[in-house]
């Protein structure tokens, strides 16, 4: 069972090393539609977390540093700026992370209105 996720994960980090950040002039964008995908997985679990009124936000992010690895300078931007998110969002995980996935896809990478910034 853990075979196919490190696999994909593998998949994933792979991808985003290689996609370049945003050509000169443009505003940043999450480089693909795999890191698009990545991302809004990354969005259900951290609002799933989030939920959790028992759990400290320390470990429920040193829950998510523990699963997601990546070094990529934007996703790890990113990442963060989902976690501090959904920890005021008021939707289930499910419709947070469905959300992210919409606008990173239908904006091709975009995320600043979900965000509230620009990358």
């Known amino acids: 069972m853990l075979k196919p996720f490190l696999r994909a994960s593998l998949l994933v980090v792979s991808t985003l090393t290689v996609a370049p950040l945003a050509g000169a002039g443009a505003p940043p964008r999450v480089p693909s539609e795999q890191a698009c995908r990545y991302l809004a997985d990354y969005a259900l679990v951290a609002r799933a977390l989030a939920e959790e009124r028992n759990l400290p936000t320390p470990q429920a992010e040193s829950i998510l540093s523990r699963i997601y690895i990546v070094t990529h300078p934007l996703i790890i931007d990113v990442e963060g700026r989902i976690r501090l998110i959904a920890r005021g969002d008021k939707r ?5 992370s469905l959300a992210f996935l919409h606008e990173c896809v239908a904006k091709e990478g975009d995320v600043t209105r979900f965000l509230g910034v620009s990358l």
């Open 92 to 96: 289930t995980a499910q419709e947070f």
